[in-house]
C-alpha cells in the first residue's frame, strides 16, 4: 500500500528551465509535507517543507504548491541548474505520530546545461 | 551537518549471518529512526525510538531488530541477513518528533549480502 505516491519517477530539463514533480497522498490525516533532496552517495536533506493551511510556500527557486481538495502537492524549481541534478523525495508525516514520514518513490532530476 | 554517525558504512556479508548497524548521534536528540533505501520504493521506516530502550516497529520491520541502551546510541540488528535485505540504511534523528522539527539523515550504511 503506497501512501505517498510520487511522479516522474526521472526527469531531465534544460539548464534555466522549470522542474516539476507531483505527488498524491491518500491519507488526510497527513499535516506535514516535506521535501527532501539527495545527492549521490549522501543522505537525503530537507529542502522545504509546508502544511496543509497554506496552498504555497516559496524558498528561493523552490516552490510547493498543495492542493488538499485533490490531496496532491509539487514542487517546482525555476531556473533549474546543473547543480541541482539530484534524487528528490516528497514525504507525509502526521504531527503528533512521532514524527514518522512516509516517502514518495523519489524522482531523479538531471539538469543539462 | 547534523552530528550523525553510521558504523559500518560499507559492508558485504553471507546469507544467514546476523548483522548489526550502529548510529550514533551527537545531537541529544530524542527521537531515533532507522530507514532503508531500495530503488522504486523510496525509504521506508524499518524501526524508530522514541526514549532509551523504547522502540517500535515501522512498515518494513520483518527480519529486523533493534536496541537503544543510550540516548545517542540505536543499533539495527538483521538477525541472519538475506539476499533481500541488500539495501543502503539511513538512520535519521529528530528533535522532539513532531513533524514541524526538521528529520536529519545520516550519510547512510552500504549492506550487500551474498
Known amino acids: 500500500q503506497q501512501q505517498v505516491k510520487q511522479s516522474p519517477q526521472s526527469l531531465i530539463v534544460q539548464k534555466g528551465g522549470i522542474s516539476i514533480i507531483n505527488c498524491a497522498y491518500e491519507n488526510t490525516a497527513f499535516d506535514y509535507f516535506p521535501w527532501y533532496q539527495q545527492f549521490p552517495g549522501k543522505g537525503p536533506a530537507l529542502l522545504i517543507a509546508i502544511r496543509p493551511d497554506v496552498s504555497e510556500k516559496k524558498e528561493g527557486r523552490f516552490t510547493i504548491s498543495f492542493n488538499k481538495s485533490a490531496k496532491q502537492f509539487s514542487l517546482h524549481i525555476m531556473d533549474s541548474q546543473p547543480g541541482d541534478s539530484a534524487t528528490y523525495f516528497c514525504a507525509a508525516s502526521i504531527i503528533s505520530n512521532t514524527g514518522k514520514l512516509i516517502f514518495g518513490q523519489g524522482t531523479t532530476l538531471q539538469v543539462k546545461p | 551537518d547534523a552530528g550523525i554517525t553510521q558504523s559500518p558504512r560499507h559492508k558485504v556479508t553471507e546469507t544467514g549471518t546476523p548483522v548489526t548497524l550502529r548510529c550514533h548521534q551527537t545531537?541529544?536528540?530524542?527521537?531515533m529512526y532507522w530507514y532503508r533505501q531500495d530503488p522504486g520504493h523510496g525509504l521506508r521506516l524499518i524501526h524508530y525510538s522514541y526514549g532509551v530502550k523504547d522502540t517500535d516497529k515501522g512498515e518494513v520491520s520483518d527480519g529486523y531488530s533493534v536496541s537503544r541502551s543510550k540516548t545517542e546510541d540505536f543499533l539495527l540488528t538483521l538477525e541472519s541477513a538475506t539476499s533481500s535485505q541488500t539495501s543502503v540504511y539511513f538512520c535519521a534523528i529528530s528533535g522532539t518528533g513532531s513533524s514541524g522539527n526538521t528529520i536529519y539523515f545520516g550519510e547512510g550504511s552500504w549492506l550487500t549480502v551474498v
Open positions: 545531537e541529544n536528540h530524542r527521537y
